[in-house]
């Protein structure tokens, strides 16, 4: 293997294990603020012991997230250092913003939650957790600001073989960014209402503590249930723009070899790049164009047409991507949020009839579905990095003129199989914590106020 594929791979995997903890991270803290404020609100002490519960499962995924996102900032100056020196002005910026701004902030003010119990008045604590609700979503912001730029370059000049930022405002405007922001938010909103509700129905299916859980699973219901639909809506919207600026990604997406007018949509099909053309394909008439256009007409470019112009535009090369792994990705992403919206949809009606407890069948498919978000979020940041290929910044700058030019193979290979090693026992840690607290259940806190017994000395009050 050279040096540009293993320096892929580290990136992949590092990206990979990093983003399985930040879409919980950004959900789950709204989860628990809204937990907190309905306790400040109601002065229900059952609220309360469950935003302590659920975010006790909130630190230790947060811990895990700011581990990996540190590695994998090192991989720009490491692996990609001829990336780094051409798009360092522009993309510098929003990380640099995130670091100082959203970063700190939120670890300001989960250190005063942590610590902040029975110190700070109930109001100024729920809205301690809160900031870092709006701290960890604002992070994703700026980190999807610079990701935007690779997916679609705005507000920047050439100049001595470097791209130079000429309007900060256009990067924050981006159009991918005001699509792929929602869309990765409410995924982790998503992610955070299913780990909630299969936690919650494992606590139902043993009959243990059913009102924290009885409570948090109906929290969870509505946000899973409006977070997928929302997710759905924007995802369409965010492929149709991808038609008309990145054709070649949705092309592979949709292994749509030649441009059709109308379009149909592929749902399976054997893919032989090498030949360019799809074996045993079940087809579905004029839907890709229905997707692209909202009109069952409409012209999609295949990827032939797409290689020429890109050969023309760029010089001669391979500008497909890898489609079989971008179609099927593509599918993957599509049938995990049906999985979702529809079974969100069914535990509604059986919450709404009474019948949820009497359904352990359910209950169980709700546990056994936690997982699927993080696939859903997996494969949808496969089909958007991939399907880019082979350009790192779009229309700018190729792959194998990013990677650092004085790294060998056995270096990167080196210390990928050690990253990867490590993230395996780190994900064995990550799984061993959250099972082990989340079987736990709530643990139940003396009302406010009768924390301390009389005559007890305490450092605090």
């Known amino acids: 293997m050279d040096a540009l594929l293993l320096a892929r791979w580290q990136f992949g995997i590092t990206s990979v294990y990093h983003f399985l903890f930040v879409p919980l991270t950004l959900g789950l803290s709204i989860l628990v603020a809204i937990m907190e404020t309905i306790y400040v609100r109601t002065g229900d002490e059952t609220y309360k012991n469950m935003a302590r519960f659920w975010g006790r499962l909130f630190l230790i995924n947060f811990a895990m997230g700011v581990v990996t996102g540190i590695v994998q900032e090192f991989h720009f100056g490491m692996n990609w250092s001829e990336y780094s020196r051409f798009v360092g002005d522009i993309f510098g910026a929003p990380l640099a913003v995130e670091a100082l701004a959203a970063f700190f902030l939120e670890s300001t003010f989960l250190g005063l939650w942590i610590f902040g119990w029975e110190k700070l008045s109930p109001a100024l604590h729920a809205a301690c957790i809160w900031l870092v609700a709006f701290a960890s979503n604002l992070s994703a912001f700026w980190i999807l600001v610079a990701n935007s730029f690779m997916q679609e370059p705005v507000g920047f000049t050439l100049r001595n073989g470097r791209a130079e930022m000429t309007d900060f405002f256009a990067l924050l405007t981006n159009p991918h960014v005001l699509y792929q922001f929602p869309h990765t938010v409410l995924a982790g909103f998503v992610t955070a209402a299913f780990f909630v509700m299969g936690i919650s129905a494992y606590h139902l299916l043993r009959q243990s503590q059913l009102e924290p859980f009885r409570r948090s699973f109906r929290l969870a219901l509505i946000m899973g249930l409006i977070g997928s639909l929302l997710v759905a809506g924007i995802g369409h919207l965010q492929g149709q723009h991808l038609v008309a600026t990145q054709p070649m990604k949705m092309a592979a997406a949709e292994a749509l070899w030649d441009s059709a007018d109308p379009a149909p949509l592929a749902l399976v099909a054997l893919v032989d790049q090498e030949n360019q053309q799809n074996n045993l394909e079940i087809k579905i008439p004029a839907l890709t164009s229905f997707l692209a256009y909202n009109s069952f007409r409409g012209e999609v470019k295949g990827l032939k047409e797409l290689q020429a112009a890109a050969a023309e535009q760029y010089g001669p090369g391979n500008y497909i991507p890898p489609v079989a792994p971008v179609f099927w990705s593509f599918r993957l992403m599509i049938a995990a949020g049906l999985w979702l919206i529809l079974l969100s949809l069914y535990s509604l009606y059986l919450w709404r009839k009474g019948l949820l407890e009497s359904r352990p069948l359910v209950l ?22 991939v399907g880019r290929y082979p350009w790192i910044v779009y ?5 194998e003129a990013a990677v650092s030019p004085g790294v060998s193979a056995t270096a990167i290979l080196t210390t990928l199989v050690a990253f990867t090693l490590l993230y395996g026992l780190l994900a064995v840690v990550d799984v061993y914590l959250l099972a082990k607290y989340a079987r736990q259940g709530v643990v139940e806190q003396p009302p406010a106020g009768k924390m301390h017994p009389s005559g007890e000395v305490s450092l605090w009050i």
């Open 395 to 399: 229309g700018l700058q190729r792959l």
């Open 364 to 385: 169980k498919a709700l546990l056994w579905s936690i997982p699927i978000p993080y696939l859903a979020n997996t494969a949808g940041w496969f089909v958007a990095e």
